[in-house]
């Protein structure tokens, strides 16, 4: 069984930074691509980031592009989603999730989620 769990969320004003991690366990880390989504309260959950299983590739949201940036510890079974730049209305709960298959870059269909972990994002 596949676990994800978030960490590093809380509250920054705009312009700050944070960074959140996803510890995985459960399986070869190093062989999944994982991504990164985010859910606005009232909203959609909506991709934010995601890397293939070797870190070679990385996509973002144009939303995000330029501000946050995703890369992995395949050693320490961790994904991390370094935000800059900080704005209100990245406030929501982020999500990382990982597909059921692995070494395929990119996922289409993501089977694995965490429980999420909240920022918000004051002004």
């Known amino acids: 069984q596949v676990q994800l769990v978030e960490s590093g969320g809380g509250l920054v004003q705009a312009g700050g930074s944070l960074r959140l991690s996803c510890a995985a366990s459960?399986?070869?880390?190093?062989?999944?691509?994982m991504g990164w989504f985010r859910q606005a309260p009232g909203k959609e959950r909506d991709f934010v980031a995601a890397?293939?299983?070797?870190?070679?590739?990385?996509d973002y949201a144009d939303s995000v592009k330029g501000r946050f940036t995703t890369f992995r510890d395949n050693a320490k079974k961790t994904v991390y989603l370094q935000m800059n730049s900080l704005k209100p209305e990245d406030t929501a709960v982020y999500y990382c999730?990982?597909?059921?298959?692995?070494?395929?870059?990119?996922?289409?269909?993501?089977?694995?989620w965490g429980q999420g972990t909240q920022v918000t994002v004051s002004s």
């Open positions: 459960g399986r070869t880390f190093s062989a999944y691509a």
């Open positions: 890397i293939s299983w070797n870190a070679v590739s990385t």
């Open positions: 999730a990982a597909p059921s298959g692995s070494f395929y870059y990119p996922v289409k269909v993501y089977y694995y």
